[in-house]
C-alpha cells in the first residue's frame, strides 16, 4: 500500500475477517525472557505446510533480510493477514500529521497469473484489495486511499513451495506490488513482509518498502489490535530492525517513531474476530 497526498475521501469499511484453521501438529511453545509465551517451530529439512512465525534462538523475532534467501523465514498466508491493522510505528514521515491510522486487507479476485498457479490453488487467490483509512491532526473526519496489492514472484514462489524444499530462485519471499484505484491508478510501490507473528494475544507485522517515485524507502509496524503493540515486544523489533542484514533498514531503523493514536475511532472500530494465527 502506499498514501498520496490529496487523494481521499470519507468512508466506513468492515473488513473480512480470516477463516479459522487447524493448529498444525509440529508446533511448540516456548517462553521468552519477558516470560510471554512465544510460538513457533524449528526450521525444517522439508517445509512443512503450515509453519508458525519464526523466532531466533534467542527467542527475538525473526525479521529477515529484504533481497536475500533465507532458510528460516517463512511468509503467512494470505488469510493470516486479511482484516485490519493499525500502523503503530514507522519511518515514513507523511504520517507524521495523520493519527489512528489502519488498514484493511480483503481477499480479491485472482489474476491468473501463470506463476501463481499453485498460490492461488492453495490459497484461493493472489490478490488483496485494501482500504487505508485515517484522521488528520485537527479534523475528525475519515479519509481514505483504496489499493490493491497482488503477491509478487517472490511471494508466490514462497508459498507454493510450502511443502517443498526452498531453493535460491525462492529467495525474498512476502513480497507485494501496490497499485492504487481509481484516480491515483498510476500510483505503485513495492513492500514485503520482513517479520510477523503473535505475542501475547495479538499478532504483529513489520513490513519493508522499496524506494519508488511514489513511496520512500521505509519501514512500519502493525498491530492487530487498536491497543498497539507491548513495549517490550516493540523494543525486541527495534534491536531486530537495528541488527538487521540491510544496511538500508538499519539506517530506517533509526527514523522510526511511533504513530498517534489517541482512540478517537474507537467508538466506529470495526468488530474483529477470534485471534487465530495458524496458517
Known amino acids: 500500500m ?3 497526498p490529496g487523494f481521499s475521501s470519507s468512508s466506513s469499511t468492515t473488513p473480512a475477517q480470516p477463516p479459522p484453521t487447524s493448529l498444525p501438529p509440529s508446533s511448540t511453545t516456548t517462553v521468552n525472557n519477558d516470560s510471554s509465551p512465544i510460538t513457533t517451530s524449528q526450521p525444517p529439512t522439508q517445509r512443512p505446510a503450515y509453519t508458525r512465525a519464526p523466532t531466533t534462538s534467542a527467542g527475538l523475532p525473526h525479521l529477515r533480510t529484504p533481497g536475500h534467501h533465507d532458510d528460516h ?3 503467512p498466508p494470505l488469510t493470516w493477514l486479511q482484516g485490519t491493522w493499525w500502523i503503530t510505528h514507522s519511518s515514513m514521515s507523511i504520517w507524521k500529521d495523520k493519527r489512528n491510522i489502519t488498514i484493511t486487507y480483503t481477499p ?5 497469473t501463470p506463476s501463481h498457479a499453485k498460490l492461488e490453488t492453495t490459497q484461493g487467490t493472489d490478490r488483496l484489495d485494501d482500504v487505508v483509512e485515517y484522521q488528520s491532526a485537527s479534523s475528525t473526519k475519515i479519509k481514505e486511499v483504496r489499493g490493491r496489492n497482488v503477491a509478487n514472484a517472490d511471494y508466490a514462489d514462497e508459498n507454493a513451495a510450502v511443502s517443498a524444499n526452498p531453493t535460491a530462485e525462492e529467495a525474498d519471499g512476502s513480497g507485494f506490488d501496490w497499485r492504487g484505484k481509481g ?3 498510476a500510483a505503485y510501490s513495492t513492500w514485503s513482509i520482513i517479520g510477523w507473528g503473535e505475542e501475547g494475544g495479538n499478532r504483529w507485522m513489520v513490513t519493508y518498502f522499496r524506494k519508488t517515485v ?3 524507502a521505509a519501514v512500519q509496524m502493525y498491530s492487530w489490535n487498536e491497543s498497539g503493540l507491548n513495549e517490550v515486544l516493540v523494543e ?11 544496511a538500508e533498514v538499519r ?3 533509526t527514523a522510526l517513531y511511533r504513530v498517534n493514536n489517541d482512540g478517537a475511532r474507537s467508538a466506529t472500530a470495526s468488530p474483529r474476530g477470534s485471534l487465530d494465527t495458524r496458517r
Open 2 to 4: 502506499v498514501y498520496i
Open 73 to 75: 523465514f517463512y511468509p
Open 108 to 112: 480479491g479476485p485472482a489474476t491468473h
Open 183 to 185: 484516480i491515483i491508478a
Open 214 to 216: 511514489f513511496t520512500p
Open 236 to 246: 525486541k523489533l527495534k534491536r531486530c530492525l537495528s541488527e538487521n542484514g540491510s
Open 251 to 253: 539506517k530506517l531503523a
